[in-house]
């Protein structure tokens, strides 16, 4: 079925700007000399305030995406991608370059509508996947991100809305290390 101006498909655009603010108070933290067995935590440090700390770091951050939509009857087809982290910024608090890789992410979903005991329900299988790749100095080796996440989601098109879904996520972050899984259960209600 078209949306409400007659389209079986459309584009959709859109962009994000974020300022970001950091701040260390050197103060604050707690360093293994510090630590007592017994006592707990003891004294100032004996380390010296790095020269190239600093207590303060801002950056502006950029994303932008872009969604293609088919509507055939009932039933959506998405598919999309966003680049995040568009400006190339240092984002550490240490004077070093830190920059933040850019991240780039593809999502595809669709939307199938059906009839239940009479009840209206959108069932929803959905796709997405992360990558995001860089050189950052503070982590000591090549940084390479990667996640892929599938499931479903149920949910009723009453009011109360209640929904449901199960999906598995899959991710590394750094080539040497392995894979991490995990499957995530949600139960709702509006």
């Known amino acids: ?24 108070n050197w103060d604050n933290l707690v360093f293994s000399e510090q630590l007592d067995a017994v006592r707990g935590i003891m004294g100032p440090t ?10 303060n770091t801002d950056y502006f951050d950029l994303q932008s995406g872009i969604s293609w939509i088919y509507r055939r009857g009932e ?8 680049l995040h982290h568009m400006v190339r910024v240092s984002q550490a608090v240490l004077a070093a370059d830190d920059t933040l ?3 780039t992410t593809i999502h595809t ?15 929803m299988p959905f796709f997405r996947l992360d ?7 503070s982590l000591r080796e090549a940084f390479f991100y990667q996640s892929l996440t599938y499931g479903l989601l149920v949910n ?9 879904g199960a999906w598995l996520r ?10 991490t899984n995990s499957m995530v259960f949600s139960l709702g209600f509006e």
């Open 170 to 179: 899959s991710y590394q972050s750094f080539s040497s290390q392995p894979g």
């Open 109 to 123: 979903s669709y939307v199938k509508d059906l009839n239940w005991n009479g009840k209206p329900i959108h069932v």
């Open 46 to 55: 004996n380390l010296p305030l790095p020269g190239d700390l600093r207590a």
């Open 1 to 24: 079925q078209p949306d409400r101006l007659g389209r079986d498909m459309e584009w959709r655009f859109g962009m994000r700007a974020a300022y970001n603010w950091r701040s260390l």
């Open 101 to 103: 890789p850019m991240r």
């Open 156 to 164: 009723t098109q009453t009011l109360p809305a209640f929904w449901a």
């Open 75 to 82: 039933s959506r087809f998405r598919i999309g991608a966003s």
């Open 131 to 137: 990558l995001q790749k860089g050189g950052a100095l």
